[in-house]
């Protein structure tokens, strides 16, 4: 078993006006986002960056085609000053009037002309610029995703999967242990179902245990992140959100690029769909099937081995296997225990995930 940071981490950075404290809340705030947004193509050239009015020399604001001005958001500064091929560090230390001459240089003289994405918002004061991106960005709305999470998951609160409890007690919602964020780029949900959960006889040194399912889902449409949806189960999280005792962790992520609203249709929401109506009863299956998969080989760390695993890894799977469980590993279920036991002890998140994918790809032999 291994601990997930994720939830955590984004606990950790989120201020108050990023939190919600329900699906629904959320939901209104991306779907009120997404009626005052505009999204539109335009050539670099008509494109003109000028200091804003009534600022301390440092706001900027960019005039369109149209003639109309807008402001920027950080991150859609970040993005324009790339495609004018500036680095942004660097131009916010300006004062605007040289900040602009040196955007404007970039997007009318010494880069190509070429078609940009463009993402504007406005809801009552001045419009801005949320996002700038290539012309075929393949943008999945945050709404579009968090108007799918209501319809299968409801608000979050009262259903079987929602905002988890801490050490498995259910908790009252509140903007502190949220765990359903957005904010003007992004947006990252995590709902656990803590009440039906999966009995695992012999889990541990011969002693039965239970799991419970969590899932992730994230977005941008400003360009921020992939979207996708990973998958886990896990024995409880705590008060920070930290995720102990996972295994069994699958993803699916896809870049914006043109053919991503075709694939969050056809692959991520039907996920959703199964997850959320799917019973435990193929969970339980699928570790039933993996414990009493013998594995078909006489050594252990060359099976290991033949699935990518270093040499120093395999002993290390190995060896954790023999410590915890005090005995060797036998069945694919130990294998996986071990692969995400061993997980533990990794320093580098990417590298713990990494082996926590390996881990329920071996889990998924049992059933292939």
Same mark, same amino acid.
């Given at each position: ?253 896809? %870049? ?9 249709? =056809?692959?991520? /929401?039907? !996920?959703?769909? +199964?997850? #959320? &109506? ?66 533990? %002890? ?9 082996? =926590?994918?390996? /881990?329920? !790809?071996?889990? +998924?032999? #049992? &059933?292939?």
């Amino acid at each position: 078993m291994s601990t997930i940071m994720t939830a955590s981490n984004q606990w950790a950075s989120r201020p108050d006006d990023q939190r919600f404290t329900s699906l629904t809340d959320l939901n209104d705030h991306l779907q009120l986002q997404r009626s005052n947004s505009r999204a539109k193509v335009v050539p670099s050239r008509s494109l003109f960056v000028e200091p804003a009015p009534d600022s301390d020399h440092r706001g900027l604001r960019l005039r369109g085609p149209d003639g109309n001005a807008v402001g920027l958001t950080h991150w859609s500064f970040s993005q324009l000053a790339q495609r004018a091929g500036a680095p942004a560090a660097y131009l916010r230390e300006l004062p605007a009037e040289l900040a602009s001459d040196n955007l404007n240089y970039g997007l009318q003289v010494s880069r190509e002309v070429e078609d940009i994405g463009v993402l504007l918002y406005k809801n009552g004061g001045p419009a801005e610029l949320r996002a700038v991106t290539g012309p075929q960005y393949g943008r999945v709305w945050n709404g579009e995703v968090s108007a799918a999470l209501v319809d299968r998951f409801g608000d979050g609160i009262n259903g079987h999967f929602r905002v988890p409890g801490e050490f498995g007690k259910r908790i009252t919602v509140t903007k502190a242990n949220t765990t359903l964020y957005a904010s003007d780029r992004d947006m990252f949900v995590f709902l656990a179902d803590e009440d039906r959960r999966i009995e695992v006889p012999n889990r541990r040194n011969g002693q039965p245990g239970s799991l419970a399912r969590g899932f992730f889902v994230w977005n941008s449409d400003t360009g921020g992140t992939s979207f996708g949806v990973a998958t886990f189960l896990f024995d409880y999280v705590c008060c920070n959100r930290i995720i102990w005792g996972a295994n069994e962790y699958k993803e699916l992520r896809f %870049a914006h690029n043109a053919t991503a609203p075709a694939r969050w249709i =056809e692959q991520v /929401a039907p !996920a959703l769909e +199964q997850y #959320a &109506s799917g019973s435990t009863a193929s969970v339980t299956a699928a570790i039933e099937a993996a414990r009493a998969a013998k594995l078909e080989a006489d050594n252990v760390i060359d099976w290991l081995r033949s699935r990518k695993f270093t040499a120093k890894q395999a002993a290390g799977i190995a060896e954790v296997h023999l410590i915890e469980e005090m005995r060797p590993i036998e069945t694919l279920w130990d294998a996986a225990t071990a692969i995400t036991a061993f997980a533990r %002890a990794v320093p580098h998140q990417d590298e713990r995930v990494r082996l =926590e994918r390996a /881990a329920g !790809a071996v889990m +998924q032999l #049992a &059933s292939a």
